[in-house]
């Protein structure tokens, strides 16, 4: 692959890396139509969603702060509640202990938490499950129309009102398998995201916002274990610029576009993007049968 190929695909990636359309999706067929499969196309990917990830940071970084802090914040209350425990059993006094899930950032940051257990656990036993799929246009076909599937459905959910201080913490598990999902190839992950939050209730601004913020442990994840298998690729000098040069057109891209992408996500309808993903899901396992 040469950079202006990669460039193209991270501009592709860029733009439908904020729509329900599955970003790995498009840059998976890309990528298999021009041959570069295996595990070297799988850490580009991951590389690709780094770079979108450096946008959605920059467009929550006030809410990304906020629960920087109340982490830092429920941390400090937990060794509390322990010298309370250990002080009432002690003493035999019944001292109250520190609320740790008492305002709405405090609440979303443990939504969050419980969120990127099932994340972590799918992603480390799929990787190479998820390295194959990327390989095969069936995989990323068959992705695109569940998409597609789930797409239609969000436009018969009922409005929800819920913010987070509402979510049940199952609410966060169901979003956290959903997002670990979301590393198969075609699996939209803003749509299956958007799909679950819906579901359970959310307000519609608050289910965007919930699906970028529980992707940045995901998309961490993903890197850190791509990372980890470095060793094990055969990347040249000449790779990298290339790899860099496609999640730098990615990451621009991205940030350009993000805070209208997310405006347009909180009152758009999805018929249209369940239409194009179902169509383009079938294009890519046309082309499967034609190799």
């Given at each position: 692959?040469?950079?202006?190929?990669?460039?193209?695909?991270?501009?592709?990636?860029?733009?439908?890396?904020?729509?329900?359309?599955?970003?790995?999706?498009?840059?998976?067929?890309?990528?298999?139509?021009?041959?570069?499969?295996?595990?070297?196309?799988?850490?580009?990917?991951?590389?690709?969603?780094?770079?979108?990830?450096?946008?959605?940071?920059?467009?929550?970084?006030?809410?990304?702060?906020?629960?920087?802090?109340?982490?830092?914040?429920?941390?400090?209350?937990?060794?509390?509640?322990?010298?309370?425990?250990?002080?009432?059993?002690?003493?035999?006094?019944?001292?109250?202990?520190?609320?740790?899930?008492?305002?709405?950032?405090?609440?979303?940051?443990?939504?969050?938490?419980?969120?990127?257990?099932?994340?972590?656990?799918?992603?480390?036993?799929?990787?190479?499950?998820?390295?194959?799929?990327?390989?095969?246009?069936?995989?990323?076909?068959?992705?695109?129309?569940?998409?597609?599937?789930?797409?239609?459905?969000?436009?018969?959910?009922?409005?929800?009102?819920?913010?987070?201080?509402?979510?049940?913490?199952?609410?966060?598990?169901?979003m956290g398998i959903c997002q670990g999902m979301a590393s198969f190839p075609g699996i939209s992950r803003v749509?299956?995201?958007?799909?679950?939050?819906?579901?359970?209730?959310?307000?519609?601004?608050?289910?965007?916002?919930l699906t970028f913020l529980t992707a940045i442990p995901a998309v961490c994840g993903a890197l850190i274990l791509?990372?980890?298998?470095?060793?094990?690729?055969?990347?040249?000098?000449?790779?990298?610029?290339?790899?860099?040069?496609?999640?730098?057109?990615?990451?621009?891209?991205?940030?350009?576009?993000?805070?209208?992408?997310?405006?347009?996500?909180?009152?758009?309808?999805?018929?249209?993007?369940?239409?194009?993903?179902?169509?383009?899901?079938?294009?890519?396992?046309?082309?499967?049968?034609?190799?």
């Amino acid at each position: 692959m040469d950079f202006i190929r990669a460039i193209w695909i991270g501009i592709v990636h860029g733009i439908t890396a904020f729509l329900p359309v599955s970003s790995s999706g498009h840059s998976g067929l890309i990528e298999n139509l021009w041959d570069m499969r295996g595990a070297e196309g799988l850490f580009f990917e991951v590389l690709l969603h780094t770079a979108t990830l450096l946008a959605v940071l920059a467009a929550f970084w006030r809410d990304i702060t906020k629960v920087a802090a109340e982490m830092i914040l429920i941390c400090m209350d937990m060794v509390t509640n322990i010298r309370i425990f250990i002080e009432n059993k002690k003493t035999g006094v019944d001292k109250r202990y520190q609320k740790i899930s008492g305002t709405n950032y405090r609440k979303l940051t443990l939504l969050l938490l419980t969120a990127s257990v099932p994340m972590a656990v799918l992603g480390m036993l799929s990787r190479r499950l998820v390295e194959a799929a990327f390989g095969s246009l069936l995989a990323i076909g068959i992705g695109l129309m569940i998409s597609a599937i789930l797409l239609l459905v969000m436009d018969f959910i009922a409005k929800g009102d819920k913010i987070p201080k509402d979510m049940t913490y199952d609410n966060a598990i169901w979003m956290g398998i959903c997002q670990g999902m979301a590393s198969f190839p075609g699996i939209s992950r803003v749509g299956v995201s958007m799909a679950v939050g819906l579901l359970c209730g959310l307000n519609r601004k608050v289910a965007v916002k919930l699906t970028f913020l529980t992707a940045i442990p995901a998309v961490c994840g993903a890197l850190i274990l791509e990372l980890g298998q470095l060793g094990e690729l055969s990347i040249t000098g000449r790779m990298w610029g290339t790899y860099l040069c496609g999640a730098l057109a990615a990451g621009i891209t991205g940030f350009l576009l993000i805070r209208r992408m997310v405006r347009y996500l909180q009152r758009a309808r999805f018929r249209g993007f369940a239409c194009y993903s179902f169509l383009l899901g079938i294009i890519a396992i046309i082309c499967k049968f034609m190799e």
